[in-house]
């Protein structure tokens, strides 16, 4: 069975794309899928449809900072499960911040030094280490450890170029270098979405979205 993911076929999924990343991403998907395995319909299929949940439809291959205070609260606050426990009072400074520096004071309390568990567990280590270290490429990868082994694997210096992940040819190898990394090819060879998830966001977060988009690129793929 055809694996080919042209301009028109990768368009339908990401009608937001800008058309630098569509045809950066397509142009290098055939050699990913060949260092990857990627190479049955069904694997391909996951692939693509927890990528395209990840990475907006290829409109962020950087992680947006422009959260609202409920935003925030959502998915760092007290009680969301975060170990960042960002309070109400924080949040609302915090979104407000976002309207200027981007997410820049947000990402580093919530990945950088303002906290330590989950900059300990990310390997950052520097004062903007969460901004610079946010999420990134086709996978939304996160923090200065995972972007120096993840940078190793594919010859590119991540860790002194953060910004890499911005060229959406860096961003897919990026995705496909994590999504192998993190065991995912045994999950969508069982077509095990719930457990694929887990792998690659720690929770369960946009499941339903993850299996719409996997269902429809396995329609693709058929």
């Not at 050699?31 to 693509?48: E, S």
């Not at 961003?171 to 090819?185: N, S």
Request: aromatic letters at 8%; a neutral charge; hydrophobic letters at 40%.
């Amino acid at each position: 069975m055809a694996l080919d993911v042209g301009v028109k076929m990768l368009k339908s999924q990401w009608p937001r794309a800008a058309d630098p990343v569509i045809q950066g991403t397509v142009a290098v998907w055939p050699a990913i899928a060949a260092q990857y395995g990627l190479n049955t319909p069904l694997r391909a299929a996951h692939f693509w449809g927890q990528i395209s949940w990840e990475c907006g439809g290829g409109t962020e291959l950087r992680e947006n900072g422009h959260y609202t205070a409920d935003g925030i609260m959502r998915v760092f606050g007290v009680g969301s499960g975060s170990s960042a426990k960002v309070t109400r009072h924080e949040a609302e400074q915090l979104a407000a911040r976002a309207r200027a520096d981007g997410g820049r004071a947000l990402f580093n309390r919530v990945y950088g030094l303002g906290n330590a568990k989950k900059a300990s567990e990310l390997g950052n280590s520097g004062t903007d280490d969460g901004w610079l270290y946010r999420g990134a490429g086709a996978l939304n990868t996160t923090g200065r450890a995972a972007f120096a082994r993840v940078g190793k694997a594919i010859g590119r210096d991540l860790v002194g170029n953060p910004e890499l992940a911005n060229d959406p040819e860096i961003a897919l190898w990026m995705g496909a270098e994590d999504y192998i990394e993190l065991g995912c090819l045994k999950f969508a060879d069982a077509d095990d979405t719930r457990a694929e998830t887990l792998a690659i966001n720690g929770g369960l977060n946009g499941l339903a979205g993850r299996i719409r988009s996997i269902e429809a690129w396995k329609r693709l793929f058929a």
